[in-house]
C-alpha cells in the first residue's frame, strides 16, 4: 500500500471516530484481473485504492467527510443487498484516460 494514501486514510479514520473495515487494498494484477472490470490495472493494482466495509450512518458520514476533502478524488458507492456485501470504495488516482477527478460512481446490483 502507498505510505501517503494510508497516512490520508488513517486521518479520516481519526476525524470519524470510528473503525475503517478494509475489505480489499493492494491486488496483485491477476487477482485484480480475476475480480475486476479494471483488469490488470484497476486502482486496487496502485496501493492507492480500498473497499471499506460501511453501510448506514457510517456511510453517510464517510461520505460527507471525503466529498469536502480533495484527499480522495474516486468514491466509489455499493449500498444496496445485505449489509455484510455493502462497500464503499476510495482512491486518490490522478485524472487518467480521459477520465474526470474527482468522480463518484454506484456498482450495479448481479
Known sequence: MNHSFLKKLDRTRTLLGFPLIVTSGYRCPDHNDSVSSTGRNGPHTTGRAVDLAVFGYQAYALLRHVGGTPDFGGIG???HGAHDSRFI???DLEPS????RPTVWTYLRQ
Open 77 to 79: 458507492l455499493k449500498q
Open 89 to 91: 470504495h476510495l482512491d
Open 97 to 100: 484516460d480521459g477520465r474526470f
